[in-house]
């Protein structure tokens, strides 16, 4: 019998993996039955005065962060607020995003975290979509305007405030807040995700998929060192990668979460000396962008113990950079906020271990039909699309495996090799490029920071492949000739593959979670091959 937790707008969750294997992976201790607010405060009773965050403004202790989450989780349970309402977060990277996710867990409520900046289109459609009844923001600029919801019931910040229907938090809470028991396998989280969709993707986590597959990867990253974790997590913490901030390292590990307002990769460098993280986690973009800093005076780095990518493959000329520059390992993480992960933690990164041994603590690996898709299902697969019955029937088997729409195989080791995107392909001519095997190429030369491949229309042969690359500071200007020869000679790629089109960059441009936007490449690369 599928689960089905309804939300007081009447948005259904559905559970589409089968009770009987959550209930099996509770009994094998892949997933703590407990819900995300419950941990946190076990780990507030143990360890009061552990840092908890630490973020521009300093750092606040366990103790002192709870006294902010039941605050800010009293004020909306005084607005009505409750286990069945699905709460948006817009709030920067930050002590204040940290409290206001695990309040909206204590409520049990269901958090609906989302990167603040320009725009109101993204948001409104997610509000819109998931009828979440609250959001709370830092700036009056994040809310809504109320022409687009006019659903919502309340805009808490801690400004004055200046929305229609505006909540101060700075107000003390008339009653002091009072936890009640909530399902671990409740709706706890939705991950968004801009996919390949044209609104964004709402992924619902139960508490036992976060604090348990979601932790379980996290965990296995300190390779069995039994000191808590201190995780400088450089993207924001309303994205899918950023979602191993609140609930992960403090709610369900108990570690210190170490955050910028916005990506600076000098401040991180101050901060690997300053607060000694154990593990820093970021996008490639961001890694390469550190890896060319030269050390600031008195860096060190002797509580560093790994650098984690994710979020988009991991050139090789990055993983060396960083290798050679912080003298660490580098782990890369295949992932997604639609329930995929497989890291290299255990078996090291290099082609022939391609992205590492499945975790079944974390997520079982298939590889399955013509295609060779890869598919997933294991302790950290989430409960479902939000509100898009569509995307589960397209992404989800009816046994609840997770349809990743990538291409994969497994070794004679187990080991899983991912071979690029299903649908991400350039047709030209007929003939069908996969833009990641021509970038994953590029990112072997010497004289290329970042690299991305996107198809300019073309009126002839319907696309071609533009090389979109940041040259690696004191490299000599590349010209197209250059990176031809180079994927035909030393990287022996086919000659319809190679690349017709070359737009230099001097930065890439970054969408909200700091991966390189594709959409932005291919607007600058088709006016570039126009002119």
């Known amino acids: 019998m599928t689960r089905v937790w309804t939300s007081a707008a009447g948005v259904e969750i559905r559970d589409l993996v089968p009770a009987a294997l959550r209930r099996a992976w509770v009994a094998r201790g892949h997933c703590p039955d407990r819900d995300l607010y419950t941990l946190f405060a076990g780990h507030v009773e143990a360890h009061p005065t552990r840092t908890a965050v630490v973020d521009p403004a300093g750092a606040v202790t366990y103790a002192q962060l709870d006294a902010e989450v039941r605050h800010i989780a009293a004020r909306l349970a005084e607005s009505g607020l409750g286990a069945r309402d699905i709460i948006a977060v817009r709030v920067p990277n930050g002590r204040r995003a940290v409290a206001a996710e695990l309040a909206v867990a204590a409520l049990g409520a269901v958090a609906l975290p989302y990167p603040p900046g320009h725009g109101s289109?993204?948001?409104?459609?997610?509000?819109?979509?998931?009828?979440?009844?609250?959001?709370?923001?830092?700036?009056?600029?994040?809310?809504?305007?109320?022409?687009?919801?006019?659903?919502?019931?309340?805009?808490?910040?801690?400004?004055?405030?200046?929305?229609?229907?505006?909540?101060?938090?700075?107000?003390?809470?008339?009653?002091?807040?009072?936890?009640?028991?909530?399902?671990?396998?409740?709706?706890?989280?939705?991950?968004?995700?801009?996919?390949?969709?044209?609104?964004?993707?709402?992924?619902?986590?139960?508490?036992?998929?976060?604090?348990?597959?979601?932790?379980?990867?996290?965990?296995?990253?300190?390779?069995?060192?039994?000191?808590?974790?201190?995780?400088?997590?450089?993207?924001?913490?309303?994205?899918?990668?950023?979602?191993?901030?609140?609930?992960?390292?403090?709610?369900?590990?108990?570690?210190?979460?170490?955050?910028?307002?916005?990506?600076?990769?000098?401040?991180?460098?101050?901060?690997?000396?300053?607060?000694?993280?154990?593990?820093?986690?970021?996008?490639?973009?961001?890694?390469?962008?550190?890896?060319?800093?030269?050390?600031?005076?008195?860096?060190?780095?002797?509580?560093?113990?790994?650098?984690?990518?994710?979020?988009?493959?991991?050139?090789?000329?990055?993983?060396?950079?960083?290798?050679?520059?912080?003298?660490?390992?580098?782990?890369?993480?295949?992932?997604?906020?639609?329930?995929?992960?497989?890291?290299?933690?255990?078996?090291?990164?290099?082609?022939?271990?391609?992205?590492?041994?499945?975790?079944?603590?974390?997520?079982?690996?298939?590889?399955?039909?013509?295609?060779?898709?890869?598919?997933?299902?294991g302790p950290m697969t989430p409960l479902c699309y939000v509100a898009a019955p569509d995307l589960d029937r397209r992404y989800r088997t009816p046994d609840g495996w997770v349809r990743t729409g990538d291409r994969g195989r497994l070794d004679a080791w187990g080991r899983l090799h991912v071979l690029g995107r299903l649908r991400q392909i350039v047709v030209r001519g007929g003939y069908t490029i996969s833009p990641a095997e021509v970038e994953q190429a590029l990112g072997t030369h010497p004289a290329i920071a970042e690299a991305a491949c996107v198809g300019v229309p073309d009126d002839e042969l319907g696309e071609r492949l533009c090389a979109c690359v940041r040259e690696a500071p004191g490299a000599p200007p590349l010209t197209l000739a250059d990176l031809t020869g180079f994927l035909a000679d030393r990287c022996g790629l086919e000659r319809r593959k190679l690349p017709e089109l070359l737009l230099r960059v001097p930065e890439m441009p970054l969408g909200p979670t700091g991966k390189v936007s594709r959409p932005a490449l291919t607007r600058l690369a088709t006016a570039a091959a126009v002119r």
């Open 121 to 377: 289109r993204g948001p409104a459609s997610l509000l819109g979509r998931s009828r979440a009844r609250a959001v709370i923001v830092e700036n009056a600029s994040d809310a809504v305007p109320e022409a687009c919801l006019p659903h919502l019931e309340a805009v808490f910040s801690w400004a004055e405030p200046t929305h229609p229907k505006g909540r101060s938090l700075a107000v003390p809470a008339r009653t002091p807040f009072r936890p009640c028991p909530v399902d671990p396998e409740a709706p706890a989280r939705i991950l968004v995700s801009s996919g390949s969709e044209a609104e964004p993707k709402m992924v619902a986590y139960s508490h036992n998929a976060i604090a348990g597959g979601r932790a379980t990867y996290v965990r296995a990253l300190a390779c069995g060192d039994p000191g808590p974790m201190r995780n400088l997590v450089l993207v924001p913490l309303a994205s899918s990668f950023g979602s191993l901030g609140a609930p992960v390292t403090v709610a369900a590990l108990g570690g210190t979460l170490l955050v910028q307002d916005t990506y600076d990769p000098r401040q991180a460098l101050r901060t690997l000396t300053e607060h000694r993280p154990t593990h820093v986690f970021a996008v490639p973009t961001m890694l390469r962008r550190l890896a060319e800093l030269p050390p600031p005076p008195g860096e060190d780095l002797s509580g560093l113990r790994a650098l984690v990518s994710s979020g988009a493959a991991l050139p090789d000329a990055t993983a060396v950079a960083c290798r050679r520059r912080f003298g660490r390992p580098v782990i890369t993480v295949y992932g997604s906020s639609d329930g995929v992960n497989c890291h290299t933690a255990a078996t090291g990164l290099s082609p022939g271990t391609g992205t590492g041994l499945p975790d079944p603590a974390v997520t079982d690996i298939r590889i399955s039909g013509p295609t060779g898709e890869i598919q997933a299902r």
